[in-house]
T-cell receptor, first 113, second 113 residues
Framework: DAGITQSPRYKITETGRQVTLMCHQT?????MFWYRQDLGHGLRLIYY???????DKGEVPDGYVVSRSKTENFPLTLESATRSQTSVYFC????????????FGQGTRLTVV | GNSVTQMEGPVTLSEEAFLTINCTYT??????LFWYVQYPGEGLQLLLK?????DKGSNKGFEATYRKETTSFHLEKGSVQVSDSAVYFC????????????FGRGTSLIVHP
C-alpha cells in the first residue's frame, strides 16, 4: 500500500529496555521526521533526516537514536526506555520540492512501565 | 528562528456556528503555510495550504488566506459540524533553506449538536 506506515501501533515496555519504532514510506520522499506528542507540549521534533545516511537532532533528541540506511525507512530506537518517554510517536515524510507538505503515519502509542 | 503561534483551546461551538482559529507566524523569507487536522487516534493530515502571499487555501468548507503583511494564516469555516471536532495545527515550511516543518501547539475544536 502507498503511504507512510508505522509499527507497532501500540507498545508497552519496561523501564531500561531497548525498543525500536519502525517507519516506512513508499513515496521516496527525501525528508523524514520523528515527533512525539504529549499533552501541553504539542508536537516536538526528536530527529530528522534529509536523505539516506543524513540525520540530525531536533528539539528533544536525548535518549533516542535514529538511522537511515535506506530512503524509505527511518527507525527510532529508545536505547534504555524511561517513563518520561511514554508518549505518542509520529513519523512523517516530505519532499523538498513543491509545497513540502508533511505526510504523517498513524502514530505509535508507547507506554513505559 | 521560525515559530508559529495559534490560539489556545479548546474552542467550543454549537453546530452551524462560525469558526475562526487564529494563527500568526515568524519566519525568514517566504514560507509555505499549512493547516493540518488530527482526528482522535489518528495522525495529522493536511487540511489546506498556501504557498505565496494572498493565496487562499480551501478544503471541506475551511479557508485560510496567506497574509504577508500581518504574518497570519487564520482558519475559518462558515458553518461547523459535529464531525469537525478535532485538533487543528497551523504550520510553516520551506523557509530560509529549511524544509523542517514548524508547528503551532494545536487548537482543540469541540462542536456540540
Amino acid at each position: 500500500d502507498a503511504g507512510i506506515t508505522q509499527s507497532p501501533r501500540y507498545k508497552i515496555t519496561e523501564t531500561g529496555r531497548q525498543v525500536t519504532l519502525m517507519c516506512h514510506q513508499t513515496w521516496s520522499h527525501s525528508y523524514m521526521f520523528w515527533y512525539r506528542q504529549d499533552l501541553g507540549h504539542g508536537l516536538r521534533l526528536i530527529y530528522y533526516s534529509a536523505a539516506a545516511d543524513i540525520t540530525d537532532k531536533g528539539e528533544v533528541p536525548d535518549g533516542y537514536v535514529v538511522s537511515r540506511s535506506k530512503t524509505e525507512n527511518f527507525p527510532l530506537t529508545l536505547e534504555s526506555a524511561t517513563r518520561s518517554q511514554t508518549s505518542v510517536y509520529f513519523c512523517a515524510s516530505s519532499d523538498a520540492t513543491g509545497s513540502t507538505e508533511a505526510f504523517f503515519g498513524q502514530g505509535t502509542r508507547l507506554t513505559v512501565v | 528562528g521560525n515559530s508559529v503561534t495559534q490560539m489556545e483551546g479548546p474552542v467550543t461551538l454549537s453546530e452551524e456556528a462560525f469558526l475562526t482559529i487564529n494563527c500568526t507566524y515568524t519566519a525568514t523569507g517566504y514560507p509555505s503555510l499549512f493547516w493540518y487536522v488530527q482526528y482522535p487516534g489518528e495522525g495529522l493530515q493536511l487540511l489546506l495550504k498556501a504557498t505565496k502571499a494572498d493565496d487562499k487555501g480551501s478544503n471541506k468548507g475551511f479557508e485560510a488566506t496567506y497574509r504577508k503583511e500581518t504574518t497570519s494564516f487564520h482558519l475559518e469555516k462558515g458553518s461547523v459540524q459535529v464531525s469537525d471536532s478535532a485538533v487543528y495545527f497551523c504550520a510553516l515550511s520551506r523557509t530560509g533553506g529549511s524544509y523542517i516543518p514548524t508547528f503551532g501547539r494545536g487548537t482543540s475544536l469541540i462542536v456540540h449538536p
